[in-house]
Nanobody, 119 residues
């Protein structure tokens, strides 16, 4: 059974930093591209950042460039999202996604971790 478990969310002040993590089990973690999505109340889920299965390619949504950093440690089956210079509009539930595209797409999701940016 595949599981992705996020952790590290919480309340942080504007301008602060937070690192969230996602640990995978039940899958060959290193073979999956890993992504972070977020969903704010009343809004659609949006892609925040992605990292390739080899860890050599990363991509970010424009509003996160220069502030967020995605990384992975395949020895620990873990993907991280370092978030700096946080803004109130970064408040959302952040979801971890494992993605593999072979003959068809395979996607696994975590349950999400809440990040709240507020004074």
């Amino acid at each position: 059974q595949v599981q992705l478990v996020e952790s590290g969310g919480g309340l942080v002040q504007p301008g602060g930093s937070l690192r969230i993590s996602c640990v995978g089990s039940g899958l060959r973690f290193s073979r999956y591209a890993m992504r972070w999505y977020r969903q704010a109340p009343g809004k659609e889920r949006e892609l925040v950042a992605s990292i390739s299965s080899g860890g050599d390619i990363t991509n970010y949504a424009d509003s996160m460039k220069g502030r967020f950093t995605i990384s992975r440690d395949d020895a620990k089956n873990t993907v991280y999202l370092q978030m700096n210079s946080l803004k109130p509009e970064d408040t959302a539930v952040y979801y971890c996604n494992a993605h593999q595209s072979l003959l068809y797409d395979v996607d696994y999701w975590g349950q999400g971790t809440q990040v709240t940016v507020s004074p």
